[in-house]
């Protein structure tokens, strides 16, 4: 970077440079689903590509993907494919069993950004075009990349087990997790990545259990409060909020990871569940059909002051917040369709962001909260997909064959890939 000027410009151009549509380009059609709505903010980036002696055609033109990839599924830029009406300029260069040198210009010519990673092989490519662009994203914008954050999910295969696994921003990773002959769901990342909370359902009931990463080890937290479901972690990941069933009906509890009820937060006739803590502590997101239907609710827990948050429709389930507590998606059924919305944290406003016949639901954000990641279905399968948080970009996550469902996604910047996989 030539001055740190730059850098707030370009971060600040995130937020204010005008809208247009634009094409995408280097994605085949199984991996970019549909196209619609506004950039809302993205930057505009352009590439020129040049030749240095001795590389071959199909080397560039995989490093040149690679890049655009990359950038694309960080949900911070668009690619153009003219130069007009662009942001920046990415000019690359890749030498083969050297090196692959980047250089970012403004409109007005100005180098923005130099960076030059080494590559010995072809097989560093990939981690080096990754390494590359987390750089160029935190060099322009101040933000962290979420390329190599994790998310967790369950998978159900033909023979009915349900399995915890981890994938990668990019679903290209299928590592599994937790694979011990039980009906695992619903899991839930601790704040800090250090764990992970899941639920057991057997013939025992129903249990919460935790994953803790550092050891491998597998410990059940709480296994005498009756029915339990789910359960979301506190920020500091001291406790929990859970749904706990009594005679048919449902009431949230903060509760310790000791296993002991620190405090009753509702106390309903009604049916009272999908608690989500947001990331500062303050807020409580649930659901329940106090209503006469089954609506989002929100509690400020300092005052207990607690407000229905959606009205459009009879029913609206799975909130979730975004990592900055401003923002909450949600699923809702339209037309006898689950879609995916978004509103503020005030319940405000209110935009519909997924379309279409099939339902989209269980959502939840990315770590930057530029990007969703929900459940719909291919055929009859459950699978993951991911869009942006303005609409448009939708595609598919994984590339798992039929019979394979996919659902319960959670997400978490925090974790760290271990080497080899």
């Given at each position: 970077m030539h001055s740190m000027s730059y850098k707030k410009i370009i971060?600040?151009?995130?937020?204010?440079?005008?809208?247009?549509?634009?094409?995408?380009?280097?994605?085949?059609?199984?991996?970019?689903?549909?196209?619609?709505?506004f950039n809302y903010g993205r930057l505009q980036i352009a590439f020129n590509v040049e030749k240095s002696p001795g590389s071959e055609d199909q080397q560039l033109e995989k490093t040149v993907e690679l890049l655009k990839r990359n950038l694309m599924w960080s949900g911070l830029f668009d690619i153009k494919d003219i130069f007009d009406k662009y942001d920046l300029v990415l000019k690359i260069r890749y030498v083969p069993r050297n090196e692959i040198r980047v250089w970012i210009y403004s409109p007005d010519n100005t180098l923005l950004f130099d960076h030059r990673r080494p590559v010995s092989d072809e097989n560093e490519l990939q981690p080096a075009a990754i390494k590359m662009v987390e750089e160029i994203i935190f060099q322009l914008t101040g933000e962290r990349s979420i390329l190599r954050s994790a998310i967790a999910y369950v998978e159900k295969d033909q023979s009915d087990r349900y399995?915890?696994?981890?994938?990668?921003?990019?679903?290209?990773?299928?590592?599994?997790?937790?694979?011990?002959?039980?009906?695992?769901?619903?899991?839930?990342?601790?704040?800090?990545?250090?764990?992970?909370?899941?639920?057991?359902?057997?013939?025992?009931?129903?249990?919460?259990?935790?994953?803790?990463?550092?050891?491998?080890?597998?410990?059940?937290?709480?296994?005498?409060?009756?029915?339990?479901?789910?359960?979301?972690?506190?920020?500091?990941?001291?406790?929990?909020?859970?749904?706990?069933s009594i005679d048919g009906n449902s009431d949230l509890f903060k509760i310790n990871l000791k296993g002991e009820i620190v405090e009753q937060l509702t106390f309903r006739s009604s049916t009272e569940a999908n608690p989500r803590l947001s990331p500062d502590g303050k807020r409580l997101l649930f659901v329940s059909n106090r209503s006469g239907s089954i609506q989002i609710y929100q509690r400020i827990l300092d005052t207990r002051e607690t407000f229905r948050m959606t009205f459009e429709g009879n029913?609206?389930?799975?909130?979730?917040?975004?990592?900055?507590?401003?923002?909450?998606?949600?699923?809702?059924?339209?037309?006898?369709?689950?879609?995916?919305?978004?509103m503020d944290k005030e319940g405000d406003f209110v935009q519909q962001i997924t379309y279409g016949n099939h339902s989209a639901e269980q959502p939840v954000w990315a770590p930057n909260g530029r990007q969703v990641l929900f459940v719909s279905k291919i055929n009859y399968d459950q699978k993951l997909f991911v869009i942006r948080a303005d609409g448009t970009y939708k595609r598919r996550l994984t590339q798992s064959g039929p019979g394979i469902n996919e659902f319960n996604p959670t997400w978490s910047e925090h974790y760290k890939w271990p080497a080899g996989n």
């Open positions: 971060g600040t151009l995130i937020f204010f440079i005008s809208c247009f549509n634009s094409p995408i380009l280097g994605f085949n059609d199984e991996e970019v689903i549909d196209i619609r709505g399995r915890i696994l981890l994938t990668d921003a990019f679903g290209e990773k299928r590592f599994i997790l937790i694979d011990d002959n039980n009906f695992n769901i619903l899991p839930r990342w601790k704040p800090n990545a250090s764990a992970l909370l899941f639920t057991t359902l057997g013939q025992q009931g129903s249990h919460l259990r935790q994953y803790d990463f550092k050891s491998g080890t597998i410990t059940t937290l709480f296994k005498n409060l009756n029915k339990l479901s789910g359960g979301s972690w506190s920020h500091t990941g001291e406790h929990l909020v859970i749904t706990k029913l609206n389930v799975e909130p979730n917040w975004s990592n900055d507590g401003a923002y909450i998606v949600f699923s809702g059924l339209k037309d006898n369709v689950y879609q995916i919305f978004l």
